[in-house]
């Protein structure tokens, strides 16, 4: 969709945004969890909460493909099982084609599941290892009335096809295929019921290299075919730029970048996503030095920092008002402290301009620019609570 | 060149099950010098684990070993007995296996641990019998005044841990992902090895975390000079990390060429596939390329290259044994494209436009 | 090999995937494992034979299992009496050995039966849904633990009184917890699982899942268990009845034929030893026969299809 684009233009963005109502819209969105406490804590109101995801404001167009990448524990899989209501939202709302999904009777989000759908990244532990591929496939089909009997057979044979399995393959278990053809299956089921969004959590990177290919190929051609919008959840930043329009860059529950892929790409703001993008091993070229590696792991998320939740391990720490203010996704396009990209990224283009869409929450955004070049950011033990 | 730390021949690995035997290693050689890190890329299922273990001589009994050389540091690893293959395991070779939460111990601390190896392959003169162990492991808990604990906590700090003493003493689980596996690489380093066989070491971590112990495994080979043979899936840490690199495909070497060589001109057609069909950050393909299929069944592999059935150049000599050709000096390639008697119209698949692959998924 | 397969196929309309509610493939997988594995072939052999002891006792069975005949009282066989010779009462060992296998297999399996059905629903129950539900069953279920299973199999006998369906019932409250924790346990393994997930994503209802999705997952443990259990039941029915509390005493049942042949010991080894070493060989032909079915029933372990 985005092929006809050039990288350098960037996309106005605008008339998507405003012409046609986005497909999903989440506002504010929270998920907490319980920690394991004990039942005197719970008494004594000493629960404490895991703030998986802490306030995420985001919109999914029709057939557009939106990235979200992140490492580990920074939220990405609770966001999109809350995004799809498999997790009940503890805050915010939800809008999904214009109506408030937020809140549903069980009849209705059985109808809501018939339009949202899921692609797991363990294709194993995603299918039932005791129902044969015939009954995974069918029983969708079956609880939202598409097809019964031969007409469900033949759905399930033509479905199998679609992902490039024989129809024969319906009799077998999980456990005959391999991972590659898993995945497979599991992205039959995803759209055996022809759903408007696909929530992806990471389904490629369980998968071998040459697999991974096959699959994104096939997740785009799909796309294309059934008219799918995509969120595509992922850690592997060479995957999601290769197939997102607009992508977005999580870090401990929230979103510190988002924008069209060629902005984030080419000229990332966040310190945060600029670390993330110089430490992707490249098979390019051999790097004159060695990947600049973010110091220290990510806070706990029972307890994240009061300011910039990057404060603890930012290369560009400013002062007090990073750890103190928590700062806001604003526009990029000129902002004063937006510059350049270090040489170490290897995507950045330096004559590239930021669209409107394209955000960053961070302090520097509202500095000069030149501060930002010469900042020498105090070391990670010497810095304010 | 000097001698060689570890040199292979011929190695092969059988698996016997009870209805069929599978060739999960068939024939490779590979050999590493000294101070240098050497790479096996494969995807899974190609014996690229099974080969570091089968030089460990841990696999288990129903796997069948034989190579016409396995030498370590001029000694041959085959004919040694089991109790001086466990002195040289762990000494003067050690493993660092992909998830430190499931080789690690969860009931002892990491600092004892770390203090066990050097006990059994340094020179501490600390009794290693079962009942100090015991005693150390689960009464006292820490040997803090004993040298192999001092040393314990010294490795700790040499592979980037902060507050060294203080995170000896604690357990696995408290600490992160990217910290076990520091304390991976601090047990490896205790017996003082001149091999690190690294399976996997980073799989397991996300890419900030990568880049710091990729970097520490440098740091290491620079400092004490040991060899590395890292074993991985993914050509990006091939290519920022090691010197050599041999890809694995099916059991078999496909290709073997230094790492600047390899990438800049690959010679398999492999090789090239597993290139084209990464996503990289500095393309803007539509769809990516695509090699078809997938990897054979060891039990029913076809006779010839096992490529064959997955190759968009496949000719009739394919179904022959491979042989190795020497493209240029130490780039070895097993391909029968390389032969001279290729066919004609074969002969243009060597140009730089030469694409075979519909782009499309395969069926 | 597949010969089994075929029998069953035959009595099966292949084209509904169900007989009596078991997948047909689940029975040709049943077949493959009879037709290659010599202890689970062992297995059904004994079962079947009891079963069969059991199921035609009256067309079996020599004599009358109550008759007396005093002339030939604690006759040793071949002494004109029947061959594996009389008891005190003169009745034929034989006959009261074959009668028995009906009453001890259906004490057996009837009892796990009871603790099977009650244990797994609330297995199932506590561990899906988890929190104040499970913290609610599982103490129930450790309470009712907390009692030895005979004492309360005894008390419950002598509450509701001697007989057949009584003490079925009251062996099959002692099993309960054995089913509830085991399933549980598997429950909240499964729970965790991907699938459970994916199938609330296609629009399941939290019934739907743990019926169709999650229980089906817990009959290889539950066989196992049953199977074990049943041994069990078999030999406490025998200790019930060896202590007066089990079905009425002139009903032969194994238990109570080892039972009253402890009297006679040194004279008639046979009364004792005979019931005793059916209840070994049935025991273990039982076990035997539940290793089979749970390599059938386990899709990953065999490789049939």
Not at chain 1, 57 to 67: A, H, K, P
Not at chain 3, 172 to 183: L, M, N, V
């Amino acid at each position: 969709m985005n092929s006809l684009e050039s990288e350098i233009e960037p996309e106005t963005g605008t008339e998507t945004e405003t012409a046609a109502e986005p497909l999903l819209k989440a506002t504010d969105l929270q998920k907490y969890f319980e920690t394991e406490t004990g039942l005197t804590e719970r008494i004594l109101g000493n629960q404490q909460y895991v703030k998986a995801v802490d306030g995420v404001d985001l919109s999914i167009d029709r057939q557009e493909t939106v990235g979200v990448v992140g490492e580990s524990g920074c939220g990405k899989t609770t966001l999109g099982r809350t995004l799809s209501k498999l997790y009940e939202p503890t805050g915010g709302t939800i809008e999904f084609d214009g109506e408030d999904i937020t809140d549903l009777s069980s009849k209705e989000l059985r109808e809501l599941r018939s339009r949202i759908q899921v692609i797991f990244q363990d294709p194993l532990s995603s299918l039932n290892p005791r129902k044969t591929v015939g009954e995974i496939l069918g029983k969708p089909l079956e609880i939202h009335d598409i097809a019964t009997g031969e007409a469900k057979r033949e759905r399930v044979a033509e479905l199998l096809e679609e992902v490039g399995l024989q129809p024969s393959h319906a009799s077998r278990y999980p456990h005959e295929f391999s991972g590659g053809q898993r995945q497979r299956i599991g992205i039959a089921r995803a759209i055996s019921i022809e759903p408007d969004l696909i929530i992806a959590d990471e389904p490629v990177s369980a998968l071998d290299v040459s697999v991974q290919a096959q699959i994104i190929n096939m997740m785009k051609r799909l796309q294309r075919k059934y008219d799918l919008s995509y969120v595509f959840i992922a850690h592997d930043l060479s995957v999601v730029k290769h197939i997102s329009d607009r992508v977005m860059v999580m870090y401990l529950g929230n979103i510190v970048e988002q924008g069209p892929k060629d902005a984030i790409f080419n000229n990332p703001q966040h310190p945060y996503t600029r670390a993330l993008l110089s430490s992707i091993p490249t098979i390019d070229e051999t790097p004159e030095k060695r990947r600049t590696a973010l110091q220290g792991t990510p806070p706990s998320p029972i307890d994240p920092p009061s300011g910039c939740p990057f404060s603890t391990r930012c290369p560009e720490y400013i002062g007090p008002e990073c750890s103190d203010e928590h700062p806001e996704l604003e526009t990029v396009a000129d902002k004063p402290g937006s510059i350049d990209a270090p040489e170490d990224v290897p995507t950045i283009l330096e004559e590239y301009e930021s669209p409107e869409s394209h955000h960053a929450a961070c302090h520097w955004l509202e500095r000069s620019g030149d501060e930002r070049w010469s900042h020498e950011a105090p070391a990670i033990g010497e810095r304010g609570e | 060149m000097s001698n060689p730390m570890l040199e292979i021949e011929n190695l092969h690995v059988e698996f016997e099950t009870e209805d069929e035997s599978v060739q999960a290693v068939d024939g490779i050689s590979f050999e590493i010098h000294p101070g240098e890190v050497y790479g096996i890329v494969g995807e899974s299922g190609s014996g690229k684990s099974v080969t570091a273990l089968s030089i460990m001589a841990l696999l288990d009994s129903n796997a069948n070993v034989t190579a016409d050389r396995v030498r370590f540091d001029g000694t041959d690893l085959l004919s040694k007995t089991d109790s001086e293959m466990r002195s040289i395991r762990g000494g003067e070779i050690s493993m660092i296996f992909q998830d430190p939460m499931n080789s690690l111990n969860p009931v002892i601390t990491v600092g004892e641990q770390i203090a066990e190896v050097v006990r059994h392959h340094g020179d501490v003169n600390e009794s290693t019998n079962l009942v100090q162990e015991m005693r150390r492991k689960y009464v006292t808990g820490t040997s803090a005044d004993s040298a192999s604990w001092r040393r314990a906590v010294e490795l700790l700090e040499t592979v980037g841990i902060p507050d060294p003493e203080t995170r000896a003493q604690e357990y696995p689980h408290q600490l992160s992902g990217g910290m076990r596996q520091r304390v991976m690489i601090a047990q490896a380093l205790a017996g003082d090895p001149s091999l690190i066989l690294a399976d996997e070491p980073t799989t397991a971590l996300d890419v900030s975390i990568e880049a710091q112990i990729l970097n520490q495994l440098l740091d290491l080979r620079d400092e004490f000079g040991v060899s590395v043979l890292l074993i991985t899936h993914d050509l990006g840490v091939v290519r920022e990390t090691c010197d050599r690199v041999a890809v694995m495909y099916a059991g078999e070497l496909m290709e073997k060429a230094a790492v600047e060589e390899l990438f800049e001109d690959p010679q398999h057609p492999y090789t090239r596939g597993l290139m084209q069909s990464i996503p990289r950050l500095t393309d803007d393909r539509e769809m990516l390329d695509v090699i078809e299929g997938s990897v054979p069944n060891l039990a029913a592999k076809p006779p010839g290259c096992p490529f064959q059935d997955r190759c968009a150049w496949a000719f009739e000599a394919c179904t022959q044994p491979l042989e190795e050709h020497e493209v240029d000096p130490g780039h070895d390639v097993a391909c029968h494209l390389h032969r001279e008697d290729i066919p004609e119209e074969l002969g243009e698949w060597n140009s730089p436009t030469a694409v075979r692959t519909d782009g499309g998924d395969d069926r | 090999m597949g010969i089994l397969a075929n029998v069953f196929a035959r009595f099966v309309d292949t084209d509904k995937a169900r007989v009596f509610g078991i997948r047909t493939d689940m029975l040709e997988r049943l077949g493959l494992v009879l037709g290659r594995d010599r202890k689970a072939q062992l297995g059904v052999a004994i079962v079947g034979i009891v079963g069969f002891m059991a199921a035609f006792a009256p067309i079996l069975a020599p004599h009358d299992p109550m008759g007396q005949d005093f002339p030939v009282l604690l006759e040793p066989q071949f002494v004109g009496a029947g061959a594996l010779g009389t008891d005190s009462y003169g009745r034929d060992m034989l006959s009261r050995l074959i009668y028995g296998a009906r009453i001890s297999l259906l004490v057996g399996i009837g009892a796990v039966a009871v603790g099977a059905i009650i244990g797994m629903v609330i297995g199932l129950v506590a561990g899906f849904f988890g929190g104040l539900v499970d913290d609610v069953l599982m103490r129930m279920i450790d309470i009712f633990w907390a009692f030895p299973y005979l004492l309360v199999a005894i008390m419950l006998v002598a509450i509701f009184g001697q007989g057949l369906w009584n003490v079925i019932i009251a062996l099959g409250f002692a099993y309960i917890d054995d089913f509830a924790r085991i399933i549980r346990g598997e429950v909240l393994a499964l729970r965790e699982e991907e699938f459970t997930l994916a199938a609330r994503s296609i629009g399941l209802t939290s019934r739907e899942i743990m019926v169709g999705e999650i229980f089906p997952n817990t009959i290889a443990p539950l066989l196992v268990m049953y199977t074990v259990l049943v041994a069990r039941a078999m030999i406490a029915e025998a200790t019930l009845s060896f202590l007066g509390l089990g079905v009425r005493p002139s009903t032969p049942t194994w238990g109570s034929l080892l039972g009253q042949g402890r009297g006679f010991v040194t004279e008639a080894w046979w009364i004792g030893i005979l019931p005793g070493l059916m209840i070994v060989i049935t025991v273990f032909g039982i076990n035997l026969f539940g290793d089979a079915l749970r390599d059938a029933f386990d899709v990953r372990r065999s490789e049939g299809g």
